[in-house]
């Protein structure tokens, strides 16, 4: 009877050939030998869920330090540009007495230190904002050496949340969404009835 139970119990819990295991050890040895192996498949299913876990993690943190490694590049790439914009206007009104340009389009000439590619942010496009890529601020005097907003990003979205802002003095500063719209409001205040905001718009 015993025998026949052990069969059965193995039948159940075990498997292959420890059939002759089974017999030898009779049914209290079985059911122990049994219960040991799957609780042994337990834990090796919970320590395989947990390395996944762990890895899942990994993963996560990854993504997150590669994503903001490249919004520090693009921000730091517009700021490159927004500079050689600044030089450029600054070259600019000392060939024409002080004035500055309509446009910053006016800045392609080979004259002045200035690609096309300078007149994009490079978060432009990542964006998909619209055409204008910086808006420039023109009718502010070329001797102008106060910290007045010259040009700046079109859209925060360039920058997950804030914007580039290039002053007349040539120092290029990155704001926050909230702190950019008081600083504007402020220049606006005192420059508005001089000073026409034109998109720069890329094709």
Wanted: charged letters at 20%; hydrophobic letters at 35%; aromatic letters at 6%.
């Amino acid at each position: 009877m015993q025998a026949t139970m052990c069969r059965i119990a193995h039948s159940e819990n075990c498997r292959g050939n420890e059939v002759d295991s089974c017999n030898q050890k009779g049914l209290v040895g079985v059911e122990s030998y049994c219960g040991r192996k799957e609780a042994s498949t337990l834990d090796r299913g919970r320590k395989t869920c947990g390395v996944i876990t762990v890895l899942a993690a990994i993963v996560v943190i990854l993504v997150g330090a590669c994503s903001s490694s490249r919004e520090t590049a693009r921000r730091a790439r517009c700021t490159s540009n927004l500079k050689q914009l600044g030089l450029a206007l600054h070259m600019y009104s000392l060939d024409h007495n002080g004035a500055l340009p309509e446009s910053l389009g006016a800045l392609l000439a080979p004259d002045y230190p200035s690609g096309s590619e300078a007149l994009e942010c490079p978060g432009h496009r990542i964006a998909g904002t619209g055409p204008a890529s910086y808006i420039y601020v023109r009718g502010l005097p070329g001797e102008e050496t106060q910290p007045s907003i010259i040009a700046y990003d079109a859209s925060p979205d360039h920058h997950g949340g804030g914007r580039n802002v290039l002053f007349a003095d040539g120092h290029v500063g990155y704001h926050t969404e909230d702190d950019f719209e008081l600083l504007l409001q402020d220049f606006l205040d005192e420059y508005e009835s001089r000073v026409t905001l034109i998109p720069l718009e890329i094709p």
